[in-house]
């Protein structure tokens, strides 16, 4: 009896839980949000995977979009603009531009800046050579 009550007790302790948070991202963007993790390391930065959701939605008003429900963030890519981006090859590593600028406010807790900066919104709209690819990562995980 006593330990019927106890397995209640936590499974009522875990249900009720507010500071749950969840760390997911989709297959097809598995590869840029880790390695916004792993650039972010080579760089001396340690940081959580966690609170952050990341998936491909066909009904984005926008390229990307950032929103937060019960303090999970959630960041959605459009699904066709992303495909469309894989199909030309990514060209300018876009797909890799908007989700670093938009990890950089949800993880990294930046904000937009007018310089030569991920955060600057032409950049993240147009793009980066791969030669400003380090220049741009240094800047962003300073």
């Given at each position: 009896m006593k330990n019927s009550a106890l397995i209640l007790i936590s499974i009522l302790a875990l249900a009720c839980s507010d500071d749950e948070t969840t760390y997911s991202v989709t297959p097809e963007l598995d590869t840029?949000?880790?390695s916004f993790f792993t650039e972010g390391e080579q760089r001396g930065k340690t940081i959580p995977k966690t609170n952050l959701i990341v998936h491909l939605n066909s009904e984005c008003q926008a390229i990307t979009q950032v929103k937060q429900e019960a303090g999970q963030w959630i960041l959605e890519f459009d699904k066709e603009a992303?495909?469309?981006?894989?199909?030309?090859?990514?060209?300018?590593n876009k797909i890799e531009s908007f989700l670093f600028h938009e990890l950089g406010r949800i993880v990294l807790k930046r904000e937009l800046s007018d310089g030569h900066s991920i955060m600057n919104g032409d950049i993240k709209v147009n793009g980066f050579s791969d030669d400003e690819r380090e220049e741009l990562l240094n800047e962003l995980f300073k």
């Open positions: 840029y949000v880790t992303f495909e469309a981006m894989s199909a030309q090859g990514n060209p300018n």
